[in-house]
């Protein structure tokens, strides 16, 4: 299975300041086709998790342009530009390369 | 956009066996693969495995392996996943969670989680 680690485990931010979360993967996610099967998802309190970016770097339907991601490989960045209020939640990276899908262990996001 | 209804909560024992549903609404069954993803209270997520309705195929993680069964009925639109021989452990909020068959295996659209509490 593919192992995946994240980093940091929590995050305090002051709005308006940027963020970035770090994702590791065990192997490459790089497909042969030149897309890297990285998803990254947010759970906010209370709630399901919800689709952020696929592929690494493809924002999902009505994803705030402040969130974007980048990586290939094994090495994966998701950055927030200038965090508000409603960012606040446990984000999630996600290979989806091959089945077992994995996670990893999610990084809670507090506004300072 | 898909729309996702889980069934609600359940309160089991344990050895015994829950059944949880979910209806998708809004998008084409056949076009998606149901995922279905737990949370353990204060952990994260863990896929469980998933199906592929229009050719009925599934893939389950090892770990579950023997223990979980996800069937689709296309007729309802709807994916259930049943947990046997449950344990305390078992306690977690159960999502679906489905994607375009074409978009690789990401989980564009997820349910509200059902609850499975097993206790004695």
């Known amino acids: 299975d593919i192992v995946m680690t994240q980093s940091p485990l929590s995050l305090p931010v002051s709005p308006g300041e940027p963020a970035s979360i770090s994702c590791r993967s065990s192997q490459s996610l790089l497909h042969n086709n030149g897309f890297n099967y990285l998803d990254w998802y947010l759970q906010k309190p209370g709630q399901s998790p919800q689709l952020l970016i696929s592929l690494a770097s493809n924002r999902a339907s009505g994803v705030p342009d402040r969130f974007s991601g980048s990586g290939s490989g094994t090495d994966f960045t998701l950055k927030i530009s200038r965090v508000e209020a409603e960012d606040v939640g446990v984000y999630y990276c996600?290979?989806?390369?091959?089945?077992?899908?994995?996670f990893g262990g999610g990084t809670k996001l507090e506004i300072k | 956009q898909v729309q996702m209804l889980q069934s609600g909560a359940e309160v089991k024992k344990p050895g015994s066996s829950v059944k949880v549903s979910c209806k998708t609404s809004n998008g084409t069954f056949s076009s998606y693969t149901v995922s279905w993803v737990r949370q353990a209270p204060g952990q994260g997520l863990e896929w469980m495995g998933r199906?592929?309705?229009?050719?009925?195929?599934?893939n389950y993680a090892q770990k579950f392996q023997g223990r979980v069964t996800i069937i689709a009925d296309r007729s309802t639109s709807t994916a259930y996943m049943e947990l046997t021989s449950l344990r305390f452990e078992d306690t977690a909020v159960y999502y679906c969670a489905s994607g375009l068959i074409e978009g690789g295996n990401t989980l564009d659209n997820w349910g509200q989680g059902t609850l499975v509490t097993v206790s004695s």
């Open positions: 996600m290979q989806a390369r091959q089945t077992p899908l994995t």
């Open positions: 199906i592929v309705p229009i050719i009925a195929v599934t």
